[in-house]
């Protein structure tokens, strides 16, 4: 005689919703298929009832079929926690950088490294170099290469400090780059001279004058902006809006985007997290005000009818599930002036 019915045992983190997934059934079949053959008990009305053990279903399922996908874990105020374990990752990084018609790419290696954390807050990352950087894959060769290289090599190891979101907010270790700048500066003396290298190297030595200076510096940087994005928030049915600034004029304050932030529900069959945002520009400036890198709307104010520049926004996120730490990411941001900019990033695993 054909069973009417299969039993299904319950696991941790199973829902009406991801078993009906699951099954390819609407949750109010499944759930009114349970309730024909259980006990008052057992009884489903919105979710499982908590000490439900088992769940009557169709006879056709086998206990393979019912392989439940993991969800992603949020706490109580559907936030993505920041949970960084104390293991250093190596990434590559990539950027293809588009000025016009004109196309560079730029790749080098970094590792990343939790410390620490200085308060419920907030926490303290290093952030290092490990390779050279090749320039449209050619190492760096002409003169002025290696004098940029050799001086932002007194930048790391580098500190910072995160917040709770993920976000970057200041530097840590700003006396320590202070006091490698003065070694670092004499080697270069030694190897080069010229009144253009003590010029350029008075430029740096202004940047490393306070803290609020290399800050302000190092709010430019790409890879830190892309990479420590500030992904960690709070969710509304997976989805999460807020403007994001992104560095990509670096003559001028980060041009802002208005983002939407999605994040799967479930992890995917590699056992990561997918997050994406997507978004257009939207900056109180007008397309003149790029154009002349200016930090404030003067040609907004001044003509109310100016012209808007306009731009896209678009992130891809892949997360591992256990640390929730970035595995792999994919991160395009665009400005469309006389001459459009675009920057696409790609940083991952090695």
């Known amino acids: 005689m054909k069973p009417k019915y299969k039993k299904y045992k319950i696991k941790e983190g199973d829902s009406l919703e991801s078993i009906s997934k699951i099954l390819g059934k609407p949750t109010l079949e499944v759930k009114n298929f349970h309730n024909i053959f259980c006990d008052h008990d057992n009884f489903i009305v919105l979710d499982f009832p908590k000490d439900l053990k088992e769940l009557f279903i169709y006879p056709e399922y086998n206990e393979v079929d019912l392989y439940v996908i993991p969800e992603v874990f949020f706490n109580a105020g559907n936030k993505l926690l920041f949970i960084p374990i104390q293991q250093k990752i190596n990434y ?8 016009g018609e004109e196309i560079n790419t730029m790749k080098f290696e970094a590792s990343i490294y939790f410390k620490g954390k200085i308060d419920n807050q907030n926490s303290v990352f290093e952030v290092d170099r490990i390779s ?7 190492e760096t060769s002409t003169i002025a290469d290696e004098l940029a290289e050799k001086v932002a090599s007194v930048i ?11 976000k970057w907010n200041s530097v840590y270790n700003f006396h320590e780059i202070n006091n490698r700048w003065e ?11 010229g009144e253009w290298v003590e010029k350029y190297l008075d430029l740096n030595e202004k940047t490393l004058q306070s803290e609020e200076k290399l800050n302000e510096s190092l709010s430019k940087d790409w890879f830190l902006n892309a990479y420590f994005n500030g992904i960690y928030v709070h ?8 403007n994001v600034a992104f560095p990509l004029l670096i003559n001028c304050k980060a041009p802002v985007y208005a983002t939407e932030q999605k994040i799967e529900k479930y992890i995917d ?11 257009i520009l939207n900056d109180d400036r007008a397309k003149a005000d790029f154009e002349e890198n ?17 731009g896209n926004f678009r992130a891809k996120y892949f ?4 640390t929730n730490l970035v595995e792999s990411m994919f991160f395009e941001c665009s400005i469309d002036l006389e001459i459009p900019r675009k920057v696409e990033i790609v940083i991952s695993l090695i």
């Open 235 to 242: 969710y509304t049915k997976y989805s999460s809006k807020r």
């Open 156 to 166: 790391y190891p580098l500190q910072i400090i995160v917040d709770e979101e993920g």
């Open 92 to 99: 590559g990084v990539e950027y293809k950088i588009v000025k």
């Open 319 to 322: 997360l591992d599930s256990k």
């Open 132 to 138: 050279k950087t090749f320039i449209n894959n050619e």
């Open 294 to 310: 200016l930090d404030y709307q003067y040609h907004a104010m001044l003509n109310p009818e100016a012209e808007k520049a306009t």
């Open 183 to 193: 070694k670092v500066k004499e080697k270069i003396l030694e190897e080069y001279e």
């Open 269 to 279: 069959d590699y056992k990561l997290i997918n997050i994406e945002q997507q978004g």
